[in-house]
Structure formats: C-alpha cells, structure tokens
C-alpha cells in the first residue's frame, strides 16, 4: 500500500489526542461545578462540548478520506477504525460531561448538603481510567490499557456504595431527595465515563495485539 498514508494517520492521531485532552479538561471543569457549586463552570461545559462534536466531525471527515483514497489494509485499517471509535466515545464523554454541569446547576440552586466523599472518590477514579486510556493510545501501550480494563470493577462498586448512601439520605432527610437525586445522576454518568475509557482501553488492545475484547466475558459465558 501507498505509505501516503502514514502522515495522515498521525494527523487523526493528533486530533484524537487534542480530543482527548478537551474531554478530560470539561470533565473536570463539570465536577468542580458540583465540588465548587459554581453555575458559571458548569455553563462553559456546554460551550466546551461544541468544540468536542467539531473535532468529533473532523476526525469523522478524515477517516472517510482515507477510506476512500487510500484503501487501507491491516493494521493500519485496524488504526482508522480504532481513531474512529474512541472519537465516538469521546464524544460521549463530553454529552456525560453536559450532564453532570446539569446536575451541578440544579445543585448550586439549592441549600447546600454535603458530598460523599465516595462520590468523590468515584470521580476521582472515573478520571484516572479516562486518562490512561487515553494515555495508553498515545503511547500505543497495550499492558496499560490492560490495566484500565483491571480497574472498571471498582467503579462499578463505587457507584453502588454511592447510590446506596443516597437513597439512605433521602430516607433520613426528605427535604434534601433533589440534591441526593442528582448525585446519583452524577454516579451514574461517571461509571457510563468508566465504561467509554474501557472502550478506549480495548480499541487500543484491538490495533496493538490484534485482540478484539469487544463482549468476551458475555460471549465466553
């Protein structure tokens, strides 16, 4: 095959980085709307999320130039699919990332209760297997998103402990079932971010080893 390809290959890598970083980065800036009860962080994340869906059509644009000039075949075929999903699970962490700045808004609006410190550990952990998920494409390292795919567990019994504690609260404190309401919205949406980095992890996997992870445990079940 015509190796024209390689630089444009690098050039969708690149922008999926670029993504990448934007999604983690509105992310962020919708928890500390929530942490900080701070309405103006949490309507920038609307504004942010605009900028993921162009560099979501972008990268939609460039893997069908390459599909349709360049023809590409094994591996790097395996690349032009891989850029092609991850941007679509970054592009729904960013809606995940609109979400929450919803719940952050509807928070700021209320009296004040305070946060699980369990939900912050969750967030906490939905970030990090966000970013070395991403971390391991950029690096084009199979063993650390492994270990992304190791860690997805955890979340989902974070989310559980937090959704629990919640549904105690609104037992205990009935004036206060809208705000523990939308903290389990926030749960909820930071293990669906879980679930897109595992995505991430896997695609990875899929263009390093050749392995596609894609449902075993159900199919091997």
């Known amino acids: 095959m015509n190796r024209i390809v390689?630089?444009?290959?690098e050039d969708l890598r690149h922008r999926l980085i670029k993504m990448g970083a934007l999604a983690e980065a509105i992310l962020d800036k919708s928890l500390r709307s929530v942490w900080e009860r701070e309405p103006a962080l949490a309507r920038e994340v609307r504004i942010d999320d605009l900028e993921i869906d162009r560099f979501d059509l972008e990268i939609d644009e460039g893997v069908l130039r390459v599909l349709a000039t360049q023809a590409p075949v094994a591996d790097d075929l395996r690349n032009v699919i891989a850029i092609k999903m991850i941007a679509t699970d970054l592009e729904r962490v960013g809606d995940l990332a609109r979400n929450i700045a919803k719940s952050g808004l509807r928070l700021a609006s209320r009296d004040p209760v305070d946060v699980s410190p369990k939900l912050r550990e969750l967030?906490?952990?939905?970030q990090r297997l966000l970013r070395h998920a991403l971390d391991s494409f950029?690096?084009?390292?199979?063993?650390k998103a492994e270990r992304v795919l190791s860690e997805d567990d955890q979340v989902d019994e974070d989310q559980d402990v937090v959704i629990r504690e919640a549904i105690e609260e609104i037992s205990a404190r009935p004036e206060a079932s809208s705000q523990e309401v939308?903290?389990?919205?926030?749960?909820?949406?930071?293990?669906?971010?879980a679930d897109h980095a595992t995505n991430i992890a896997e695609d990875v996997?899929?263009?390093?080893?050749?392995?596609?992870?894609?449902?075993?445990e159900k199919l091997a079940g």
């Open 205 to 216: 996997i899929l263009v390093a080893q050749g392995r596609n992870l894609k449902h075993a």
């Open 123 to 126: 967030a906490g952990e939905a």
């Open 6 to 9: 390689d630089p444009v290959l």
């Open 138 to 143: 950029s690096d084009r390292d199979a063993e």
């Open 182 to 193: 939308d903290f389990i919205l926030i749960a909820k949406n930071l293990e669906r971010v």
